[in-house]
């Protein structure tokens, strides 16, 4: 039989490690899949530059909408990442009957929904494995590997750019602007590194997630997303020395009222397994009613790692070229009649434990104030460290776990702990998950 002709949008990192493995492990693949699949078309801004590829035998333009109406063409690869261009060309190649393999969390998350209602439309695939937590195949692994369970919350680390500056201010020391310019430079942040450090990026991945977990529909405008750009050095160790690790986490969590749907730095248990996930590495852990936790490790970005989940989504593709569109895999696990509108909850919702420090001057009393403040809101405190203040400085850093408490009340607890003539600047505020399986 022929090869499957394959068109790439995109020729940068993703797009060359996609190249290189699809002719490395054509002979696998093909065994995999059924039959040959070749990449014969890519669109690249710079047709002229080296690439980490070899392009001969690739018809290459600069015109992205070449390839999407190339008749030859049946399956388009979109790794060119933004939403708009590449929501214009994913909604073209549908329309012209083609399937779409994607790593694009940022259009996935904002135009998922209408995208995949016009694929089903036109009874066409789109696949976005690469989309989250780039090799890890987290997205087969909840809505086919799960699909037996009702999940109950997942937490992630799903964002390597951060993980790495959290993970290098903790083991050296180091200050959190050094080690962005480091993650710049090797290539790991966003295009635009507030994307990474704001916690935007883990919020698209996160919004994915949680629609294939829950069966609801993509609602990126309703995810909270906090970024790490606060976190010092001395909220680093303070949290070691209390046992716990900060992580950047994105968590989706069913509740009675509602579904969580949070990406913030956390501290988490030390002895976790995911509170050792270091440097650029993610990973998922989810909870099923059934299974119990289960966790997923590997590269979160990277060119082959994420070619790898490129590809295992074009096999996929492949597989059910002549299958009926109707029992394909659903898009988002749940069939598209089935979707739940249980409602996203506000933040202030949410139930949590806290890590909260805060600048205090020595004197008595000052702590009962605060401890009076938090227990006026029906807050308890489960551990207080207290360090004198350095010779030179006239207050002492005082710090504190709380036991779980409704955000609201949190919020009103340190409105009024900010008020206090002894407490000066703001105090700081770290949620705390222990992820435990009860
Ligand atoms: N900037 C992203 C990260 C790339 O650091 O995880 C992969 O999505």
Redesign the pocket.
């Known amino acids: 039989m022929k090869p499957v002709q394959v068109g790439l949008l995109g020729l940068g990192t993703v797009g060359g490690g996609t190249v290189n493995v699809l002719k490395r492990n054509a002979d696998e693949i093909a065994r995999r899949a059924g039959r040959g699949i070749e990449v014969t078309h890519a669109a690249a801004r710079d047709i002229s530059k080296q690439r980490i590829c070899d392009t001969s035998g690739i018809q290459l333009t600069t015109d992205p909408f070449e390839v999407v109406s190339n008749p030859e063409v049946q399956i388009i690869v979109e790794l060119i990442g933004g939403d708009s261009l590449a929501y214009e060309l994913v909604i073209k190649a549908i329309e012209n009957g083609k399937h779409v393999v994607t790593a694009n ?1 940022a259009l996935i998350a904002k135009h998922g929904n209408e995208i995949f209602a016009a694929a089903q439309k036109k009874g066409v695939m789109v696949a976005f494995e690469a989309a989250v937590a ?1 090799g890890i195949p987290i997205i087969k692994a909840i809505r086919e590997g799960l699909a037996g369970n009702e999940i109950q919350w997942l937490a992630g680390i799903i ?3 951060g993980n790495f500056i959290l993970t290098e201010m903790r083991d050296k020391g180091r200050d959190f602007d050094d080690v962005l310019k480091e993650a710049q430079a090797l290539g ?3 295009a635009d590194p507030t994307f ?1 450090v704001e916690g935007i ?1 883990a919020a698209h991945k996160l919004t994915i997630l949680a629609s294939i977990a829950f069966g609801i529909p993509l609602q990126f405008d309703a995810a909270y997303t906090e970024g790490i750009t606060k976190i010092t050095r001395d909220d680093v160790g303070y949290a070691e020395q209390l046992g716990y690790r900060i992580k950047h986490l994105g968590i989706a969590k069913r509740t009675q009222s509602g579904i969580e749907l949070r990406v913030h730095p956390t501290l988490i248990p030390e002895r976790r397994l995911i509170a050792n996930v270091d440097g650029v590495m993610n990973a998922v852990l989810v909870m099923g009613d059934a299974v119990g936790p289960t966790l997923y490790y590997g590269a ?2 990277g060119d082959e790692p994420t070619a790898s989940a490129v590809v295992a989504d074009i096999v996929d593709v492949v597989r059910v070229l002549t299958s009926d569109p109707e029992n394909r895999v659903p898009h988002l696990a749940f069939q598209p009649d089935a979707l739940s509108d249980t409602p996203i909850l506000s933040m202030n919702d949410v139930e949590t434990a806290y890590y909260l420090r805060m600048q205090a001057s020595d004197k008595p009393g000052v702590l009962a104030d605060v401890t009076r403040i938090l227990g006026d809101q029906g807050i308890s405190i489960e551990a207080i460290i207290q360090k004198e203040p350095a010779p030179d400085m006239e207050n002492a850093s005082v710090i504190m776990l709380t036991h779980k408490v409704q955000e609201q009340k949190m919020n009103d607890a340190i409105a009024q702990i900010e008020t206090l003539d002894t407490i000066h600047d703001k105090v700081t505020r770290i949620r705390v998950e222990t992820l435990s399986a009860n």
């Open positions: 969390k780039g964002n390597g750019t790991y942040a966003e990474d990026d979160g970005a």
